[in-house]
């Protein structure tokens, strides 16, 4: 089992929780998406992964992509400990918070999308900021309000145990750090950020504990 990934890529990121949360560890192979123009943009990496972005999961020379559909791979192979609720609603309630970070905000920050509006567009990175706290911080905020129906001082989103709703918060909550972007009204996110930097599973896979990253910065 080989997993390509990026230190720094929310995708990647969130399938390492996975990863640590169901107790198994794939061989890494580092996809340096900035250095030498990216080597995801590579002949050879768009054998691997057409749509040329991390993660990819080879399994014997079949591979999967995206990191959701790589989490509930697993989850469906390997189903403890499980991370999605048994009732339909809950599991409902669950994915739908998880798409809101992977599907509506994670985009709009991607690597990618940021080097086309620098690039082809010509903006100014102060723009470029701009336009990540508008797309992150309105998310984030979305997803403030989609917790208001669970308790405000459990410890993950959805219970007492992570679930695949924590593992796409996790990562976009250091992007939120990174960009610059106040969580000042985001009191429930504030405390899964606090348990997340608490919990081994999270910690071991944060981007400044991976053999290829190139800083530290715990920005939780």
Same mark, same amino acid.
């Given at each position: ?13 969130? $399938? ?32 691997? !992964? *057409? ?8 399994? !014997? ?23 999605? *609720? ?16 992977? $599907?509506?905000?994670? *985009? +709009? ?12 567009? !010509? ?14 911080? !309105?998310? +984030?905020?979305? $997803? ?23 593992? $796409? ?22 405390? +899964? ?6 919990? *081994? ?20």
């Amino acid at each position: 089992m080989l997993y390509y990934g990026y230190w720094r890529s929310s995708a990647a990121w969130r $399938c390492r929780i996975a990863f640590n949360l169901k107790k198994i560890a794939p061989e890494f192979v580092a996809v340096h998406l900035t250095r030498d123009g990216g080597a995801q943009r590579t002949e050879e990496f768009r054998v691997i !992964n *057409p749509q040329k972005r991390v993660p990819a999961l080879d399994l !014997n020379g079949a591979v999967l992509t995206q990191s959701l559909a790589i989490i509930e791979w697993l989850e469906e192979t390997i189903p403890e400990p499980a991370l999605l *609720p048994d009732d339909p609603w809950s599991r409902a309630q669950v994915r739908a918070f998880a798409l809101a970070i992977a $599907c509506d905000i994670h *985009p +709009l920050q991607n690597l990618e999308v940021q080097q086309y509006l620098r690039g082809k567009l !010509n903006l100014e990175q102060s723009a470029v900021s701009d336009w990540l706290g508008h797309w992150i911080g !309105n998310g +984030l905020l979305a $997803c403030e309000a989609l917790l208001g129906s669970q308790p405000s001082n459990q410890a993950f989103a959805f219970g007492a145990s992570p679930t695949l709703a924590d593992i $796409c918060l996790a990562p976009q909550l250091y992007s939120a750090e990174r960009f610059g972007i106040s969580l000042n009204d985001m009191p429930r996110l504030r405390t +899964l950020g606090a348990s997340y930097a608490d919990h *081994p599973a999270f910690v071991d896979a944060h981007a400044h504990n991976q053999p290829d990253s190139e800083e530290w910065f715990w920005g939780i």
